[in-house]
């Protein structure tokens, strides 16, 4: 089952993601910030729109939800908990439900903490995850609404996943959240590594997402309560897993 994946940049630093399956003529977007650049990409491609996933509430994630809704009569799937804050929703869904999108599988995953509904989508098949901004490249979302052990229990579920999984984040935040995570260890090879080629693709225009499990789970410091990033932040031995995660989620907020 072939399935093509297309990033398309909207506002000043979001992504929107097309998905397409050729043999049932099946395409999805996940999330809708503005209206014009999906709707060109899809004209680029001659696809018809047949569903639009919904990550949350935030305006810069469901800014043109409706009308791309009434453009294209494509199904609308958010979570069940949240509708009240989502535009209208065709088709409800809660964490742990799984729903046919062509000859795919998506799977719910809970994923509170950037906001209270939000939720992640996941392919297994295609070894996809649309996290919205909760797990993000190099970094995850602001905790707005929920708190750190909900962000942490949200990164620990996405983190179990396969680690070649490819992670399709919300923003164009990667070289920003780099800078910070080298603030902490600036003398991390790996981390030294990974900025240089995040430069690199900025400086040719190119977007750095999506970016496997694999990569984050080795270079993101909010996936990384270990000793290393312990003693980077100053916390004592015995300092848990949480506590880790809650000081650098702390010192990103005011970085």
Sequence with gaps: MTL????????????AWLIHEEATDTTAVVDVPEVAP?????????WRLSHILITHHHADHIGG????HEMTGARVIGAAQ??????????PVAPGDRFPLGMQTVEVIDAPGHTIGHIAYYMAEAGLLFSGDSLMSWGCG?????????????????????????VCSGHEYTEANGRFALSLEPGNPALLARMER????R???EPTLPVTLAEELQTNPFLRADDGLRRALGLPEGASALEIFTEARARKDSF
Excluded: W
């Design 142 to 166: 602001r905790l707005f609404e929920g708190t750190p052990a909900q962000m942490f229990g949200t990164l620990a579920r996405l983190s179990a996943l396969p680690p070649e999984t490819r």
């Design 203 to 205: 400086a040719q225009g």
């Design 4 to 15: 093509e994946l297309i990033i398309v940049p909207c506002l000043k630093d979001n992504y």
């Design 38 to 46: 999906i709707l060109e990409a899809l004209r680029t491609h001659g």
């Design 65 to 68: 939800v409706e009308a791309l």
């Design 82 to 91: 949240d509708a009240a804050r989502l535009p209208p929703l065709t088709a």
């Design 198 to 201: 995040i430069r690199a693709l």
